[in-house]
């Protein structure tokens, strides 16, 4: 069955980095394109950027241009989020989501979230 | 970056009535495809966003065909025919036109 699956929450210090992972299971990987959206606590939602995972073109917000890689490994099934320089108004819950077709319905596949808090 | 504004900000509805929430854009969202880059997606509490509605009338995989999805342009209305208490929670709608991708700031729907 359909399965995306993210890595445990992060406590990380301003300055520092975190890479967060989404593993897909139960469909074709490379048929789908990711993207990497985070809620900052009791707030609405804000999306970071995208990336097609069968030939690892990318996009990202300006707001995060600079600090975030995002990557896809086709023979794990995983994609990552990598943000640098973290400051405190990174605190958020980050989530992934496949995005592609079933027959010829769209269908999006969401990770459960990560949890990545930054504090001294 | 495209600013998406949605009302009512909050709402109650008996279960077995109708909901609306409302959706603008900053700019209009029909592509020269003939498609409006519109999303609508629900957030129950405690969980992850779920699509509902794409390119502004058209419903995702597995939703209820109790949601539907109408507007074109700048003006985008999602409507749940009949509300069950699974519904409730916040709609959030989202422009895909052009990055940044921007969400709405969402309504919150409650049960009476």
């Known amino acids: 069955q359909v399965q995306v699956v993210q890595s445990g929450a992060e406590v990380k210090k301003p300055g520092a980095s975190v890479k967060v992972s989404c593993k897909a299971s139960g469909f074709t990987f490379v048929n789908y394109g990711v993207s990497w959206v985070r809620q900052a606590p009791g707030q609405g939602l804000e999306w970071m950027g995208w990336?097609?995972?069968?030939?690892?073109?990318?996009n990202y917000a300006q707001k995060v241009q600079g600090r975030i890689t995002m990557t896809a490994d086709t023979d794990t099934t995983t994609a990552y989020m990598d943000l640098r320089s973290l400051r405190s108004d990174d605190t958020a819950i980050y989530y992934c989501?496949?995005?592609?077709?079933?027959?010829?319905?769209?269908?999006?596949?969401w990770g459960q979230g990560t949890l990545v808090t930054v504090s001294s | 970056d495209i600013v998406m504004t949605q009302s009512p900000l909050s709402l109650a509805v008996t279960p077995g009535e109708p909901a609306s929430f409302s959706c603008r854009s900053s700019?209009?969202?029909?592509?020269?495809?003939?498609?409006?880059?519109l999303d609508w997606y629900l957030q129950k509490p405690g969980q992850s966003p779920q699509l509902l509605i794409y390119?502004?009338?058209i419903r995702a995989s597995g939703v209820p065909d109790r949601f539907s999805g109408s507007g074109s342009g700048t003006d985008f209305t999602l409507k749940i025919s009949r509300v069950e208490a699974e519904d409730v929670g916040v709609y959030y709608c989202?422009?895909?036109?052009?990055?940044?991708?921007?969400f709405g700031p969402g309504t919150k729907m409650d049960i009476k």
């Open positions: 990336i097609n995972t069968y030939n690892g073109d990318t």
């Open positions: 989202m422009q895909a036109l052009q990055t940044p991708f921007t």
């Open positions: 989501s496949y995005s592609g077709n079933s027959g010829t319905l769209r269908v999006d596949y």
């Open positions: 700019q209009s969202l029909l592509h020269n495809n003939g498609y409006n880059y």
């Open positions: 390119f502004g009338s």
